[in-house]
Structure formats: structure tokens, C-alpha cells
């Protein structure tokens, strides 16, 4: 079991234990909207990521599904109620259960959101983002580095969309990276929640890439949005195609970070036909791929 960095000094990239994670490819979110063409023969699909409260505390009948994907998949947990920034510790009983998950289903990693979602009991049934300060930020780096020992995988947190951004000592770029200095976790970077961030709130996304420690990404998340328009603030909604802004983000971000995984999320408006998923798909893969062997040139 891995015990909390100290705080007196950063954690770097090498100090972390994400450098012998696996490269697993393009994946998608699994949805039953789609089972039929991700189980496909022909589907080109590397991996799936499956939402974590789906299974947890599952029957056997529903945890079979796991194992029947388990057989052509690598598969990752990702959730939404670890709660990791609430004021209270994440309850033992979901971390022992999240554990057993993990192993049961030979995770490489899992991951979940860098916000909270219960408060004084009560389940706020949104990602709510966190106050920017670096006693919060220290704190939760030490929380989310007490989990990834309990579960014993890499945990990799996600950065969150929000539409209220409250005067904050730090940028959440600093806070994310602030995060980071206290854990040896890692980073789900979603690329859309960047860009909808950055447009809602007036910054330039290549700047956030500047500042975060890019080299603690692990994967991304690609979706589309709505919004925009006469005025009112763009939404993450996962029911678009992937915009080209948010493809030019993934271009640049794997020219700095070797990545191991992407992963498309499709949550509603699903296409009749699962070609148009295909596609960005492949687009995806296309552009991991490319950076490895620019990398591998180089080397």
C-alpha cells in the first residue's frame, strides 16, 4: 500500500505510479443505446469505460454483463459519487466496494470526478466544482491519494465543467495542479469540459494546457456540447459530434503528453447509424497513434 507524499515537496511525473500504465487506444463510453454495435464483430473499438454506480452494488445478473465484456475489452470504471472534494471522507463502504470492482474486473486505472457531490448527508445529484484555494486543494490531493491505496490502481481525476466561477485565490489550472502536487493520481483531462470552460469564462484553453502538468494525463474525454448562441453559455451535454476545437485540443495535447487512452462520450442523440461513432472513433486513434510513432521517430 502507497502512503501520501509529503507535503513538504511536489510530486513529480516519475514519482507517480502511472509510467507503466497500460496503452489501451480509442474507446467509447458503454451505453445499452450502442451495446449492439460495440459487441459487433466489426466494431473497432480498443476499450470501454463503464460508469462505476452502474455495477457497484449490482446483482450478479448485472455484474455478468461485465464479465461478458471483460472477455474482448479491457474495461474502466468511472464514476460519479466518490464525492472526493466533499467535507467528509468518501464512505468506506463505496471504497471497499470500488475495490472489489476494480480487481474484479482487472482495471488498469478508474477514475472519477474532482469536485463533490454529497454534502451533509444529502446527494446534490450534480458535479458540484470546488472552492479554488490551496488548503482545499492540498486536502483533497491527500484524500484522493488515501483512496488510490485503499483501491490499489491508479485513480485519475477528471476536471469539471462549471458555469458559475465564483472570485477564487486560484485559476482551477493552479488548483488542478496544486492537486497534484499533494498525490501521486492522475489526470482525466476532458477536452470538451476545457473548451466549454474556456469559452463560458473567457480564457484561452491552450493556456490551461501551459499550466496543468500535462505529463500527468492519463486519458481524455471527447464529446459535444450545445450552446453558444444569442448570448447564453455553452453546455456539456454529450448528445453532439465531437466539435473540431475540441480535435485541435487533443492534436496539441498529444504532441506534450504521451497518452494512453481516449475515449468518446455519447450520453444521449445517439446516430441510427453507429458509423458516425466509428468515425471519430478511428479519428481518435488516428491522431494517438500518430503522436506514439512521432514519439517513437525521435527516440
Given amino acids: ?14 514519482a507517480t505510479p502511472l509510467g507503466g500504465l497500460p496503452y489501451l487506444g480509442s474507446g467509447i463510453g458503454y451505453r445499452t443505446e450502442i451495446k449492439d ?39 474502466v470504471p468511472h464514476g460519479l459519487e466518490l464525492s472526493i472534494g466533499a467535507p467528509r471522507e468518501p464512505s468506506s463502504r463505496y471504497v471497499d466496494a470500488l475495490a472489489r470492482l476494480v480487481e474484479e474486473i482487472d482495471a488498469p486505472w478508474f477514475s472519477d470526478h474532482l469536485c463533490f457531490t454529497r454534502a451533509g448527508g444529502v446527494a446534490l445529484s450534480t458535479l458540484t466544482p470546488l472552492p479554488r484555494t490551496r488548503e482545499i486543494a492540498r486536502e483533497v490531493g491527500r484524500r484522493a491519494q488515501r483512496v488510490q491505496a485503499a483501491v490499489g490502481r491508479p485513480l485519475i481525476l477528471e476536471n469539471v465543467t462549471y458555469y458559475i ?4 485565490p486560484l485559476s482551477e489550472a493552479q488548483f488542478i495542479t496544486e492537486v497534484m502536487e499533494h498525490c501521486e493520481c492522475g489526470l482525466l483531462l476532458d477536452l470538451t469540459n476545457l473548451d466549454i470552460n474556456a469559452r463560458n469564462h473567457g480564457y484561452r484553453a491552450v493556456d490551461f494546457l501551459d ?21 447564453r453559455m455553452d453546455l456539456d451535454t454529450h448528445s453532439e459530434p465531437v466539435p473540431p476545437v475540441v480535435w485541435e485540443l487533443l492534436t496539441k495535447l498529444v504532441a506534450r503528453a504521451p497518452l494512453r487512452a481516449t475515449l468518446l462520450e455519447r450520453d444521449q442523440n445517439f446516430p441510427a447509424d453507429f458509423g458516425e461513432l466509428q468515425a471519430e472513433l478511428d479519428h481518435a486513434r488516428r491522431i494517438l497513434t500518430g503522436a506514439r510513432d512521432a514519439r517513437a521517430e525521435v527516440r
Fill in 1 to 14: 500500500m502507497t502512503t501520501a507524499p509529503s507535503s513538504s515537496a511536489p510530486v513529480t511525473a516519475a
Fill in 37 to 75: 454495435a460495440v459487441g459487433s464483430p466489426t466494431s473497432r473499438v480498443d476499450w470501454l469505460e463503464v460508469i462505476t454506480e452502474h455495477y457497484l452494488f449490482a446483482p450478479p445478473d448485472v455484474r455478468d454483463v461485465l464479465h461478458r465484456l471483460r472477455r474482448r475489452f479491457r474495461l
Fill in 165 to 168: 466561477d465564483l472570485p477564487s
Fill in 211 to 231: 499550466a496543468i502538468p500535462v505529463e500527468r494525463v492519463v486519458q481524455v474525454h471527447l464529446a459535444g456540447g450545445t450552446g453558444g448562441e444569442d448570448d
